[in-house]
């Protein structure tokens, strides 16, 4: 994780692209909703903010191990066990994309307005789903990796695991904007932990097998 983040300090240019990225997008969002003349629904609110979070989780997570060098790969071959390497990516991704979610969301309240009336609910279902997007696209992009055409390979795989979880992330924080009672939110929330550890289980045990091709 050191690694990570000393390497994403030096190479800031890429952190700065995803950031840009996000900022441009919401201000096109403001522009083409014209907000000042109308408020914005919540439920287009909602599926716009989820849209914005998953493209650039996707941008985030895609170059973990896509970017990598065969020749790098195999310095960590030696160096370290698979399983850490794997461990240590995930939780990176989680961090960055907490980030990521948190600075998007308090731009993207800013200029499209908040009409979260459980901001608290709201905030718990961003982390859990910066977890979900971290272990599900970091897996993915370490098989997506070792093809070819790994940028196509990784939007083909990734969208059949992505989709149910966004589907309850987005149940989740819509259920927040509405301010209903939490415990409406409780199977959701519970599947979406269970996932979480079914994904990163799945990666623990069988990254080692990707690691050896």
């Known amino acids: 994780m050191k690694k990570e983040i000393l390497l994403e300090w030096r190479q800031r240019y ?37 849209i914005i979070i998953l493209f650039t989780s996707i941008s985030a997570i895609a170059k ?6 065969q020749e790098r790969y195999l310095y960590y071959y030696w160096l370290l066990k698979p399983q850490v390497l794997i461990t240590a990516r995930i939780i990176y991704n989680g961090l960055l994309m907490l980030i990521l979610g948190l600075a998007g969301f308090i731009i993207y309240a800013i200029v499209l307005g908040n009409p979260i009336q459980d901001v608290t609910l709201f905030i718990l279902n961003l982390v859990l789903a910066s977890i979900s997007f ?7 992009s370490a098989i997506a990796s070792k093809a070819n055409s790994n940028q196509t390979l990784m939007a083909i795989l990734g969208f059949p695991v992505i989709l149910p979880m966004l589907l309850m992330i987005i149940k989740v924080s819509k259920n927040a904007l509405d301010g209903l009672p939490r415990d409406a939110s409780y199977s959701e929330i519970a599947t979406l932990l269970a996932i979480n550890l079914i994904i990163g289980a799945v990666s623990y045990l069988l990254f080692p097998y990707i690691w050896r091709s």
């Open 14 to 50: 890429a952190i700065n692209g995803i950031l840009l990225y996000l900022v441009s997008t919401i201000f096109i969002c403001y522009l083409s909703f014209n907000v000042k003349a109308n408020q914005l629904n919540p439920v287009t609110w909602n599926t716009i903010f989820w």
């Open 64 to 69: 973990s191990f896509i970017q990598e060098k």
């Open 134 to 140: 971290s272990s599900a696209l970091t897996m993915i």
